[in-house]
């Protein structure tokens, strides 16, 4: 077992912290959990509080970004107790992300234990209005004093915590996509599997043209032919054509979304026919025309379920469901919600209690 020391901070900011208006990634908890990696293992796992840290200008992942991160959250019950929400999921994506990016895995226990002491210290700072959460961020990167382009010795394993408002303050609020044009996000063979900052990095600029037209996000297609979908960079998409629940292959340039496994579980649960497979831009615009096209939606943890009511192609603008919420995403939102708050079964074994 691992052993994690713990410092608790002399003053909490909690009575500063102005929990009905939360907005996301803004507020950050009292504590923070860190372990550095040298001589081959994880040493010194400790929690301390919340504060800056100090590296020279010559650290590693400022120039090169050798680094991954993940996204979960912490729910509080109907029954006052804490949920994580298929915390092993994202320590199985974590190491797999750090494969790709040449840094060493975190052993299970480690992480688990981590996030399990953060959370119970912070207890306090997990929302309990219904639709609020505690937004958990673990990340690692390389800490090597050295501007040589190699794989760095030494890393940092952080993990922090920010209460988080609803994503939508008045119930699911479908989004406007656009197609990505000329830009990429990934290629095959690329980082686009990882959860990494270089996916972020390559699609910021695109989303800045996107907003300025109107649009909420990009939709990404695939970079060799520009013609399937891929996903929306911060959510997987899927589509419900003629009642069966269509998502883009997991093939090395998508992230492999934790929600959308949820998804796909519950949806081949409730008996829903399910195709993992490539769908084109063209196949989306010509199953609006013909009205086979029923809903459309992106799924990641921050919204969990997010309506897509309009996808501008080129010219070409298609509305889906009049830009209303679906049933099926409805239905999708609330039972997964409901597992997390703890108010439906939990028949998946899905959450962990701290
Ligand atoms: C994190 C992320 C998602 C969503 O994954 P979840 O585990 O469902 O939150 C989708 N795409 C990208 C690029 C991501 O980084």
């Given at each position: 077992m691992t052993k994690i020391k713990i410092k608790k901070t002399k003053k909490s900011r909690i009575k500063e912290t102005d929990f009905d208006h939360l907005e996301f990634g803004e507020q950050f908890s009292d504590h923070m959990f860190i372990t550095?990696?040298?001589?081959?293992?994880?040493?010194?796992?400790?929690?301390?509080?919340?504060?800056?840290?100090?590296?020279?200008?010559?650290?590693?992942?400022?120039?090169?970004?050798?680094?991954?991160?993940?996204?979960?959250?912490?729910?509080?019950?109907?029954?006052?107790?804490?949920?994580?929400?298929?915390?092993?999921?994202?320590?199985?994506?974590?190491?797999?992300?750090?494969?790709?990016?040449?840094?060493?895995?975190?052993?299970l226990d480690l992480f688990m234990e981590a996030l399990k002491k953060l959370v119970a210290i912070d207890r306090a700072w997990i929302?309990?209005?219904?639709?609020?959460?505690?937004?958990?961020?673990?990340?690692i990167f390389a800490t090597d004093d050295y501007i040589g382009v190699r794989v760095s010795k030494t890393y940092a394993f952080i993990i922090f915590t920010s209460p988080v408002g609803a994503y939508y303050k008045e119930g699911l609020n479908p989004v406007k996509l656009i197609t990505s044009g000329g830009y990429s996000r990934a290629v095959i063979g690329g980082l686009g599997e990882a959860k990494t900052p270089a996916n972020y990095a390559a699609s910021l600029l695109p989303a800045e043209e996107a907003k300025k037209q109107g649009f909420t996000q990009v939709l990404w297609l695939d970079a060799i032919e520009k013609k399937y979908i891929e996903e929306v960079g911060t959510m997987n998409i899927m589509f419900l054509i003629n009642d069966v629940l269509i998502t883009p292959p997991l093939e090395g340039s998508i992230l492999g979304g934790i929600t959308r496994d949820t998804v796909l579980t519950l949806a081949s649960h409730w008996g829903v026919k399910i195709e993992e497979r490539r769908i084109s831009i063209e196949e989306v615009i010509e199953k609006a025309k013909s009205g086979a096209l029923q809903e459309v939606f992106g799924t990641g943890t921050a919204a969990v379920i997010s309506p897509v009511g309009w996808i501008q192609?080129?010219?070409?603008?298609?509305?889906?469901?009049?830009?209303?919420?679906?049933?099926?995403?409805?239905?999708?939102?609330?039972?997964?919600?409901?597992?997390?708050?703890?108010?439906?079964?939990?028949?998946?074994?899905?959450?962990y209690q701290v």
């Open positions: 550095e990696y040298g001589d081959g293992t994880w040493n010194d796992p400790r929690i301390i509080p919340f504060g800056k840290l100090s590296f020279l200008p010559s650290l590693t992942v400022l120039h090169y970004g050798q680094a991954v991160f993940e996204g979960l959250k912490a729910y509080l019950t109907a029954n006052g107790g804490v949920n994580l929400f298929r915390a092993d999921k994202n320590h199985e994506r974590l190491n797999m992300s750090c494969e790709r990016l040449c840094i060493p895995p975190v052993p929302p309990n209005k219904r639709g609020n959460s505690l937004y958990i961020r673990p990340f192609h080129m010219e070409e603008m298609v509305t889906i469901n009049k830009g209303g919420i679906g049933h099926f995403s409805q239905r999708l939102y609330d039972e997964i919600t409901g597992i997390q708050y703890g108010e439906k079964p939990d028949i998946f074994g899905w959450c």
